[in-house]
T-cell receptor, first 113, second 111 residues
Framework: GENVEQHPSTLSVQEGDSAVIKCTYS??????FPWYKQELGKRPQLIID?????GEKKDQRIAVTLNKTAKHFSLHITETQPEDSAVYFC????????????FGPGTRLSVLP | NAGVTQTPKFRILKIGQSMTLQCAQD?????MYWYRQDPGMGLKLIYY???????DKGEVPNGYNVSRSTTEDFPLRLELAAPSQTSVYFC??????????FGQGTRLTVV
């Protein structure tokens, strides 16, 4: 089955700096890659996603890049703000599991003022 | 439009007890999922459903059961609760292969 790895597990940046989180996946049939943000004690919420026919997608300060050949994708956050502090999860949807999501273990991002 | 509603929000169970976690959605999505999230960890798929009457196992189904008699409801049943089932349980729904919408979660402690 699909396996998703995520690095780093924790990341601290200064306010205004950029943050990059990387994920790798194992199933070449996976075709949809969402990123979720989870604030403490709250539910995961989608922040950006990318499909396998696209290499990059941007939404204001957030961007995601996908390298299908290498089977990895990354989340880029620019001009970080304290409210970006949260746990970020990447996920992949494999061909089996009926289009379900296999999540990475998460990255705890801390933006220091 | 409530989205995804989970009840209860918190529950303490004794070892060997049983309970049902409720999940209801008003988004008319076919797909529904149950995930568990252990402290400091990611989300593990327990069971999922692609429509009423159809359910299937995820990564960690042991100790759980589900049913899907309607599009809206997807209850998760715990039989013979064990301490290893202490976790936060999230129900989610979606149209499939796109954004999943999560409920607020149920925090379960088994003592």
């Amino acid at each position: 089955g699909e396996n998703v790895e995520q690095h780093p597990s924790t990341l601290s940046v200064q306010e205004g700096d950029s943050a990059v989180i990387k994920c790798t996946y194992s199933d070449s049939a996976s075709n949809y890659f969402p990123w979720y943000k989870q604030e403490l004690g709250k539910r995961p919420q989608l922040i950006i996603d990318i499909r396998s026919n696209v290499g990059e997608k941007k939404d204001q300060r957030i961007a995601v890049t996908l390298n299908k050949t290498a089977k990895h994708f990354s989340l880029h956050i620019t001009e970080t703000q304290p409210e970006d502090s949260a746990v970020y999860f990447c996920a992949a949807t494999p061909g089996d599991y009926g289009q379900n999501f296999v999540f990475g273990p998460g990255t705890r991002l801390s933006v220091l003022p | 439009n409530a989205g995804v509603t989970q009840t209860p929000k918190f529950r303490i169970l004794k070892i060997g007890q049983s309970m049902t976690l409720q999940c209801a959605q008003d988004m008319n999505h076919n797909y529904m999922y149950w995930y568990r999230q252990d402290p400091g960890m990611g989300l593990k798929l327990i069971y999922y459903s692609v429509g009423a009457g159809i359910t299937d196992k995820g990564e960690v189904p042991n100790g759980y059961n589900v049913s899907r008699s309607t599009t809206e409801d997807f209850p998760l049943r715990l039989e013979l609760a064990a301490p290893s089932q202490t976790s936060v349980y999230f129900c989610a729904t979606g149209p499939g292969n796109t954004e999943a919408f999560f409920g607020q979660g149920t925090r379960l402690t088994v003592v």
